[in-house]
């Protein structure tokens, strides 16, 4: 199957072996997409490092900004400012939606419910616009910077997510009334591609993935990062392990996220959204005409670039797919020495022979979409 | 949860107050070789070949619980002469909710056992190590490159490999 099966969500070849109809070993083939994002990043600055996380997972661009971002910061013993860091998680979870959207779309299709994608696609753009007017760009924004964000929101932003999750909140039960009770979804979907508690940790599943296992584990609650410890919210947990599992688990995500958006507008304070540390941050560009100082730290970072201390550090969040995490090994130079991304793609994707093994071949297809996997961030 | 369990201990500046660090001194006080933290992360730095045997510990005992296998990978430090490679794995314990990571330092040519016995994960994440390193693992079910072609030669995060070239694949 593949590598240019429309089902498999890019370039992924998956060797099948069956008997019959059904399926005995599959090996998945990846590395067509394969970049060399990690070798590339030995050679660059920290800040030039950033664009090509966007192109990891370039359907949540936000998420892998944040995760990279918030490991540079780490290593640099940075705090960026709470009012950055409420933009920072209203954008990402705006991507979450945007990337579960897709999800869904291409994953109904793929079992053969064509109109969910149209309806996806359609609130996916309204995402676009708000992250457009913010960032000015629609799919890579490169919006992050260590200490913060690039520029303020612009006028108008609040009101446009608040619109926004209003309507997304009725669309919502939309898709469910599309999907939820269907026939023929449930007999695609539930008790196809099972996988067990137990299979699904040692195999290194994350995300909703493995909480539709059962396991109780969100990075979001347990290891707060940004400003998720201030916010209400519940992790959507079921026990079947199932494509259905892992579609209502999502789905419920979304309504979470929805949810986290209206607290995040509400909490959202005033003050800057970039912490001015001289030695990592550019300084403002009026500066530059009246102050020697600014002049001299903005050359500083161009030319040599931020330079964390010596040591190492290991970052993770939770991003729409699962955990994503930078280990990032600075010789106290400019640039990385080593910058390893945990995908969680590339781990999800492990299960797919404990999940197919067994089913139809038509299953996998199913199997496949409701891993939520994109090889650009599985090939690097 | 655990009983014996404090979240305090992890983030103790002792670091022999730390629960894994007093486990593994306990069993294999002779395999460790450096322990250190950084920005609260720690470290222990052990011996390659028992280092599957403190790995199976960390999983096993029933207050530590590291039951994810988070991530595994290599660095190559080209300037040191005796053992230039980092083998480096990132453990998660979803009821601790605690991170920790083992690191084990190999020359060129050494084989350390593969983890793949403990967490399945291991599996394709050795296999890259494999493919970007050239860092063979004993007993991996499945010892082939993962993300280049087949024929490719070289491997391409060792520091002396090129950035650049005109091999075209």
């Known amino acids: 199957m593949g590598p240019h099966h429309p089902s498999t969500h890019g370039v992924l070849r998956v060797i099948l072996e069956l008997d019959g109809e059904v399926v005995v070993n599959a090996i998945p083939d990846i590395g067509?997409?394969?970049?060399?994002?990690?070798?590339?990043?030995?050679?660059?600055?920290?800040?030039?490092?950033?664009?090509?996380?966007?192109?990891?997972?370039?359907?949540?661009?936000?998420?892998?900004?944040?995760?990279?971002?918030?490991?540079?910061?780490?290593?640099?013993?940075?705090?960026?400012?709470?009012?950055?860091?409420?933009?920072?998680?209203?954008?990402?979870?705006?991507?979450?939606?945007?990337?579960?959207?897709?999800?869904?779309?291409?994953?109904?299709?793929?079992?053969?419910?064509?109109?969910?994608?149209?309806?996806?696609?359609?609130?996916?753009?309204?995402?676009?616009?708000?992250?457009?007017?913010?960032?000015?760009?629609?799919?890579?924004?490169?919006?992050?910077?260590?200490?913060?964000?690039?520029?303020?929101?612009?006028?108008?932003?609040?009101?446009?997510?608040?619109?926004?999750?209003?309507?997304?909140?009725?669309?919502?039960?939309?898709?469910?009334?599309?999907?939820t009770k269907n026939r023929i979804w449930m007999t695609r979907t539930k008790n196809v591609g099972c996988i067990s508690r137990e299979e699904a940790i040692s195999l290194g599943l994350s995300g909703p993935s493995l909480r539709a296992s059962g396991v109780d584990w969100d990075i979001r609650r347990d290891e707060p990062y940004e400003v998720y410890s201030e916010l209400d919210f519940e992790i959507p947990v079921l026990p079947e392990g199932d494509v259905y599992a892992r579609y209502m688990v999502r789905l419920r995500e979304m309504r979470q996220s929805s949810r986290m958006l209206r607290q995040l507008l509400d909490g959202l304070p005033e003050g800057p959204y970039i912490e001015r540390s001289p030695k990592y941050v550019f300084p403002e560009k009026e500066r530059l005409e009246d102050s020697i100082e600014a002049m001299i730290h903005h050359f500083k970072l161009v030319i040599d670039g931020l330079a964390p201390p010596e040591g190492e550090v290991y970052s993770t969040i939770e991003a729409p797919k699962g955990e994503i995490g930078f280990y990032i090994v600075s010789d106290g130079g400019p640039k990385p020495y080593r910058l390893r991304i945990r995908p969680p793609s590339f781990v999800n994707l492990q299960s797919l022979l404990t999940m197919s093994k067994g089913n139809m071949l038509a299953d996998v297809v199913a199997i496949i979409g409701s891993l939520d996997i994109v090889l650009g961030e599985i090939d690097r | 949860m655990t009983t014996s369990w404090n979240r305090?201990?992890?983030?103790?500046?002792?670091?022999?107050?730390?629960?894994?660090?007093?486990?593994?001194?306990?069993?294999?006080?002779?395999?460790?070789?450096?322990?250190?933290?950084?920005?609260?992360?720690?470290?222990?730095?052990?011996?390659?070949?028992?280092?599957?045997?403190?790995?199976?510990?960390?999983?096993?005992?029933?207050?530590?619980?590291?039951?994810?296998?988070?991530?595994?990978?290599?660095?190559?430090?080209?300037?040191?002469?005796?053992?230039?490679?980092?083998?480096v794995y990132h453990l998660y314990s979803i009821g601790n909710k605690m991170r920790f990571r083992i690191k084990t330092r190999v020359e060129e040519g050494f084989e350390v056992n593969t983890a793949y016995g403990v967490w399945k994960t291991a599996d394709w994440l050795e296999r890259e190590v494999y493919d970007m390193f050239g860092i063979r693992f004993a007993g991996h079910p499945d010892q082939r490159r993962i993300l280049n072609p087949d024929g490719f030669e070289g491997h391409p995060l060792r520091k002396e490999f090129p950035l650049g070239g005109q091999v075209k694949w």
């Open chain 2, 8 to 87: 305090q201990n992890y983030q103790n500046e002792d670091l022999e107050q730390h629960p894994a660090v007093k486990a593994l001194r306990k069993d294999h006080d002779d395999a460790i070789v450096e322990i250190g933290s950084f920005r609260g992360e720690v470290t222990v730095v052990v011996t390659p070949d028992r280092c599957v045997d403190v790995l199976t510990l960390l999983r096993d005992d029933p207050d530590l619980a590291f039951d994810f296998l988070s991530d595994l990978t290599a660095v190559h430090w080209a300037d040191r002469k005796d053992a230039p490679f980092d083998i």
């Open chain 1, 32 to 179: 067509y997409l394969h970049r060399g994002v990690e070798k590339l990043s030995e050679d660059k600055k920290y800040l030039q490092v950033l664009p090509l996380t966007d192109r990891l997972d370039y359907l949540a661009s936000g998420s892998n900004n944040l995760a990279y971002i918030l490991a540079v910061e780490k290593l640099l013993g940075l705090e960026a400012p709470k009012r950055a860091q409420y933009i920072r998680t209203i954008i990402a979870e705006l991507t979450r939606i945007m990337s579960h959207l897709l999800w869904l779309g291409t994953h109904a299709a793929d079992v053969g419910a064509m109109t969910m994608l149209f309806y996806g696609m359609r609130e996916r753009e309204d995402i676009l616009d708000i992250i457009e007017m913010t960032t000015g760009a629609r799919l890579m924004p490169t919006y992050f910077r260590p200490g913060g964000v690039a520029s303020d929101i612009p006028e108008g932003f609040e009101a446009r997510v608040k619109d926004f999750v209003d309507k997304f909140d009725v669309k919502i039960n939309e898709y469910e009334r599309l999907l």
